[in-house]
């Protein structure tokens, strides 16, 4: 996410928004072996990247709404007791979920029972022995492992301000898709959501529709339902963030209007300990296989399935620009280590470095540093946080490893090595990411950004 400190006259906001909408065009080096093109080559303390000379301006689009400051922080809601919404038992085991399912060219169905053991018609009546529990195979969120471990007790990969993806915009926090990232193994999603001018229906948008409008929420939600829908062995997270403090009932017909209720999971109690949590393999068989946070203004009385983010689970600083990423409570405030050890917690690494245009000073993604922020190892990796985290929280990892341009790093996909060391199980390193459009180790700036900055400052003096 962006935020702005407004120190200069309001009548040069249009000018700063061009300068916002300059183009950050992703530049590859070899992931294995050293490049022989002619362009210029940058190098740093950190990281060797080839920097394209193009010129590129990308225009935004919107309705001017004001300023786009933004406060960081919203009213935190305090529970006095559990709330309990139902007492209805889980699957205890997976049980047959390996044998009862029915393969198809395009998608998989889970069927039969969600009991953990063979009925008595299944069983022979030769032999009183009992017959062996079968063993699951099939993966949860990736690994056979996860199946049987708690939602609580996985660490997943997320996208930073998922539906923002924009070919050359400064404002941009994704390279790929939606549906590529869930394809290449994201399973926590999160994006902010804003009110467009003259607009009845909600959109994602990146502080203000003005910067960036990523399209009314029903577009990228429909196509997160149809993802979920063809990979029943799956369960995704989906973070909301309410940009402008509206209630849910503002947001929840879209919510239902894309399809996604029929899959959202609802808590037995509310607010949820880490022991509260069902299995993954619990929340497959009985088909809750998306859970859905809203930031702030959830109303977990009305709207039980749109979970208070911060009531379950807490972040380290928000908007880092500090390499080191101290591991501490950032939202919500003044949480006692007590009672934070007890919840899931969100490990902002979306590294942000200040720009200053205009006489205002802005953050944007620090894309020049992505194959160093994003590494398994090394100062200021992921990696490298992941480990503080864990040893800072007596042994707990990250549920959520927060990213921007998760296909970046010390190669494509790097962020998945650190997932698999945190959750203790052996990786596999796949094809990543989103087909060829992943295949690189560094982003960088082109020169053409600071030429195109010059002219638009200029433009911005006489506007």
Not at 41 to 67: D, H, Q
Not at 167 to 191: E, H, K, M, Y
Not at 292 to 300: P, Q, R, V
Request: net charge negative; proline share 6%.
């Amino acid at each position: 996410m962006m935020k702005m400190k407004m120190v200069a006259p309001f009548q040069r906001f249009g000018a700063l928004l061009w300068a916002l909408s300059l183009t950050i065009s992703p530049v590859y080096s070899a992931d294995d072996s050293s490049s022989s093109s002619t362009t210029t080559t940058t190098t740093s303390s950190s990281n060797t990247a080839t920097v394209s000379a193009e010129e590129k301006i990308t225009y935004l689009t919107g309705t001017k709404t004001g300023s786009i400051s933004r406060s960081v922080t919203g009213t935190y809601q305090t529970y006095s007791s559990k709330i309990t919404y139902g007492t209805s038992s889980l699957p205890t085991s997976l049980g047959y979920l390996t044998a009862n399912y029915t393969d198809t060219n395009t998608v998989t169905y889970l069927t039969g029972s969600i009991t953990s053991s063979p009925t008595a018609s299944e069983t022979s009546t030769s032999t009183t022995a009992s017959p062996p529990t079968p063993t699951n195979t099939r993966p949860c969120n990736n690994y056979p492992e996860f199946c049987n471990r708690k939602y609580s007790n996985i660490t997943e990969v997320g996208c930073h301000n998922s539906p923002f993806v924009r070919a050359g915009s400064a404002a941009a926090n994704q390279a790929l898709n939606v549906t590529d990232q869930l394809n290449d193994g994201i399973r926590f999603l999160q994006g902010q959501i804003q009110w467009p001018a003259n607009s009845s229906i909600p959109h994602f948008c990146h502080t203000s529709c003005d910067l960036f409008d990523a399209g009314p929420i029903t577009d990228w939600l429909g196509k997160v339902k149809d993802w979920v829908a063809a990979n029943p062995y799956d369960v995704v997270t989906i973070l909301l963030g309410n940009g402008n403090y509206s209630t849910p009932d503002f947001y929840a017909p879209y919510i239902e209007q894309s399809g996604l209720l029929q899959y959202v999971y609802t808590p037995q109690v509310f607010p949820p300990t880490l022991e509260d949590w069902p299995t993954l393999g619990q929340m497959i068989l009985t088909g809750q296989r998306v859970v859905m946070f809203l930031d702030y203004k959830a109303n977990a009385t009305a709207y039980p399935w749109l979970l208070d983010e911060f009531a379950a689970m807490w972040e380290t600083p928000f908007d880092p620009v500090d390499v080191t990423f101290p591991c501490v409570v950032d939202r919500p405030p003044d949480l006692s280590k007590e009672d934070a050890s007890k919840r899931l917690y969100l490990m902002n690494h979306n590294l942000n470095v200040e720009v200053s245009l205009l006489g205002q000073a802005i953050l944007v993604p620090a894309v020049s540093q992505l194959n160093v922020t994003n590494d398994s190892k090394g100062n200021g990796s992921l990696g490298m946080a992941a480990d503080n985290c864990r040893q800072a929280w007596g042994g707990q990892p990250p549920k959520v490893l927060n990213v921007d341009y998760y296909n970046y790093g010390g190669y494509p996909g790097s962020v998945f090595e650190v997932a698999a060391k945190m959750n203790n199980v052996t990786f596999r390193k796949r094809k990543c990411c989103g087909g060829t459009s992943g295949v690189g180790r560094g982003l960088v700036m082109e020169k053409g950004m600071m030429l195109g900055i010059a002219v638009i400052v200029i433009m911005g003096l006489v506007w």
